[in-house]
């Protein structure tokens, strides 16, 4: 018996670990590979000639990448073509968008399928390798390979690599609602990445149900699916954003995003280079992809929408799993009358007793208690022992991965000394806790986030659990270990996901669902003797890990601390500041600030919008420089009716990559940059005192033309920046030392002016 045990555990534990590595395929070196099958060899090719260089619209590097991508699809013998404009999106950010189109031709006369991703890198300093080089070298390759085949498809394929997709969407915008192609399309296949590894998530854009995206895609049967309803559910309320979602919302097409998202440290840095993506990811958006393209290029994708939702999620061999919305309280309900009537058999044939049940609520309840409590206090406590965290803006750090596992050995380590306190206890009694706090989830999402209805299956594992449990008094060690299975499979690579992808503020995420996948898990647990050194092991990797994570909480070569340094310079008052949004300077910043800092009034300061909040955290004087200003010319100002109608343009007379305008609070009922109106919701809800942000290419001028009360005085605050501090001939900043990158979601190594207009 005590051998089963043992041997359960450990295959209890190789599940856990099969649940991982069965997301995702291998990487082998396949250069030599069939011209019909997609090779991650080739597409590397892609990604390395595209990530030399930052290439944000603007930057010259961006115009090298684009005629790079032009050339690979003329080389296919594709006829290529460019749509170029001005679009500022949902969000006012004004830029001059060049995407990149091909089509091939199929021989039916329906919907076309899109085949996309986004060529343009984040500003200023990411190389883009996996943001979104990879997306764009998945289609190139997979594009060639489709094409290798020599099949006629039924449907025209659209090959659509977007620009300013990092700016607002600008180049989704731009296809969408002024492109003649737009109409035709039915599906849109989308690559995209959050991070340089991990496992690719497949995430659906639609306005209706997803009944008949789910089933088309279980038809066209990738190899390698990882999905979930969970996912998407969350993913709709988080303020991320796609292509895809232009086109769900503009154009009312139904899409497909393919994501992934781990090593987060390396997203939108200067770190998303070549040499640090996943060559497995990459392998992984070509398994969705080929099968994709294959199935969607001949399916009927004019019946795509649908009013019926599928609850979906994937399992190691089964693939994706799915169910539809129907079957959700119908699945809740028998799983409460299996428990009432285990109840009944269990109480009447003598097994649980009312005070033995009513104990076991409480190693499950102060399990969950403190583990969630202490993780959820870990990341500000990390904060404050390793201030230098506080400056990776996104939330995962470089041994982000360790700290995973740190405390999930911990809550691993409470769960079994907690349940070692009531070792006494009859070991049914213990699972009436569980299933009546899991039968509590599955009926809060069942109402509120049907997505994790799903939630509901491994429970009927731990109702089997508590039947054996009832029924025998040394049940076999093998048949708990099946029971949990559901529960390992499903739960464990939730435990990772959610910190990787939202930060290690989730940490708290990772630990309740280890605390509940322990309780499905009880019936085979309970089994186990000794569990107070289970526990103290569990601890004591606790500790390794945490010393372990100490030791690489040092900033390196190859873990660099993200950092800033604007220079700043007020032309009415006519002073400069040197500013950071660095909360712990470095040497290399801390020289321009001196011995005693001064934190910002944040009231006093002006500044510009940046990603997560972030604003100036120090200031100091600075030396005047002969900079170029712009050129600010009011060419109309007239009164029509009750409303003053304003028109500005802004000229650099300086190499500039941006122009950020805010006004005060006076309402604006009209505004157009550019020719280029900005929407009624955004003037009146979204732009939070901004006008408009306009990513500049080729030096070209602003023009804004606003309409306002007459009586109103309207204030207008011009920012212009560009990304040069580090080399400009005035300026003698020394190169940022190897252990560090610059600071990503912020302006950053920039030189900036500021003016202000005043209109009474």
């Not at 990092?166 to 192609?181: I, P």
């Amino acid at each position: 018996m005590k051998l089963s045990r043992t041997l359960g555990l450990l295959l209890l534990l190789m599940a856990t670990y099969a649940s991982f590595k069965v997301l995702m395929p291998d990487y082998r070196a396949d250069l030599e590979s069939a011209k019909t099958d997609f090779s991650v060899d080739r597409a590397l090719e892609h990604v390395k000639n595209m990530s030399q260089e930052p290439h944000a619209v603007g930057f010259k590097a961006h115009a090298t990448v684009r005629q790079y991508i032009l050339a690979e699809l003329k080389k296919m013998g594709l006829e290529t073509f460019t749509q170029e404009g001005y679009t500022a999106g949902d969000w006012g950010n004004l830029s001059k968008a060049i995407n990149i189109l091909a089509r091939i031709k199929g021989s039916g006369n329906g919907k076309a399928l899109v085949v996309m991703s986004h060529y343009d890198s984040s500003p200023h300093s990411s190389l883009g390798a996996s943001d979104a080089a990879s997306g764009v070298a998945t289609v190139l390759e997979g594009i060639r390979a489709f094409l290798e085949s020599g099949k006629t498809q039924k449907n025209d394929v659209i090959i659509l690599l977007t620009d300013a997709e990092e700016l607002g969407l600008n180049g989704a915008d731009l296809f969408v609602n002024q492109h003649s192609w737009a109409k035709d399309v039915g599906l849109a296949l989308n690559f995209e990445a959050r991070g340089s590894g991990g496992p690719s998530y497949m995430l659906i854009e639609t306005n209706r149900g997803n009944g008949t995206m789910i089933a088309e895609f279980t038809k066209a049967n990738p190899r390698y699916p990882v999905a979930n309803s969970l996912a998407y559910s969350i993913y709709k309320m988080l303020p991320n954003d796609t292509d895809l979602t232009v086109f769900r919302e503009d154009g009312d097409i139904e899409g497909f995003n393919f994501a992934f998202i781990d090593d987060h440290y390396d997203y939108h840095t200067a770190l998303d280079n070549y040499s640090r993506l996943d060559r497995e990811s990459l392998a992984h958006q070509g398994s969705y992809l080929m099968p994709l393209l294959t199935h969607f290029a001949d399916a009927d994708l004019t019946h795509l929408k649908s009013l019926d939702d599928f609850v979906y999620f994937n399992v190691p061999v089964f693939g994706l799993v799915t169910y539809p919305f129907e079957w959700i309280w119908p699945m809740w309900g028998l799983a409460v009358v299996l428990f009432l009537v285990l109840l009944a058999y269990g109480f009447k044939k003598g097994v649980l007793d009312l005070k033995s049940v009513f104990i076991g609520f409480v190693p499950l309840i102060s399990t969950l208690a403190i583990n969630g409590l202490v993780a959820h206090f870990s990341w500000p406590a990390l904060k404050w022992w390793y201030p230098g965290f506080k400056d990776i803006l996104h939330g995962f750090t470089y041994n982000g991965h360790t700290y995973i596992y740190t405390f999930v050995f911990l809550s691993l380590g409470i769960c079994f000394l907690a349940y070692y306190q009531v070792r006494k206890i009859d070991k049914a009694n213990l699972l009436v806790a569980p299933a009546v706090i899991w039968l509590v989830i599955c009926f809060l999402a069942s109402t509120y986030l049907k997505g994790a209805s799903f939630f509901i299956l491994p429970v009927f594992g731990l109702l089997a659990g508590l039947l054996v449990h009832i029924n025998q008094k040394k049940p076999n060690a093998f048949l708990l270990v099946f029971l949990a299975l559901p529960a390992v499979c499903i739960f464990a690579p939730f435990v990772k996901m959610f910190p990787v992808g939202l930060g290690l503020k989730m940490m708290a995420a990772s630990t309740l669902f280890v605390t509940l996948a322990f309780a499905l898990a009880l019936p085979f647990f309970v089994e186990l003797k000794n569990k107070w050194r289970f526990g103290l092991l569990f601890l004591l990797l606790f500790a390794a890990f945490s010393i372990a994570a100490h030791i690489n909480s040092d900033f390196t070569e190859e873990s660099p601390k993200p950092s800033s340094l604007l220079y700043v310079y007020d032309i009415d008052a006519e002073s400069a500041n040197w500013a950071t949004y660095d909360k712990q300077l470095i040497d290399w910043n801390a020289q321009f600030f001196g011995d005693r800092l001064q934190e910002v009034d944040k009231s006093q300061i002006k500044t510009i919008a940046s990603k997560y909040g972030s604003s100036f955290t120090y200031t100091s004087e600075a030396p005047a420089k002969a900079l170029k200003y712009p050129e600010i010319d009011v060419v109309i100002d007239t009164l029509i009716g009750a409303d003053r109608h304003l028109e500005i343009c802004v000229a650099p007379q300086r190499p500039v990559n941006r122009l950020d305008v805010f006004t005060n609070d006076t309402p604006i009922s009209a505004a157009t940059v550019n020719q280029i109106p900005l929407s009624e919701h955004y003037l009146n809800n979204r732009r939070n005192g901004k006008l408009v942000t306009h990513f500049i290419s080729n030096n070209d001028y602003t023009e804004l033309a606003l309409i306002y009360p007459k009586d109103a005085i309207l204030e207008l605050v011009f920012y212009e920046s560009s990304n040069d501090l580090l080399n400009h001939p005035q300026f003698s900043v020394p190169d940022r030392p190897d252990t560090s990158i610059p600071m990503p979601f912020v302006l950053n190594d920039a030189i900036m002016t500021i003016k202000t207009l005043r209109f009474e």
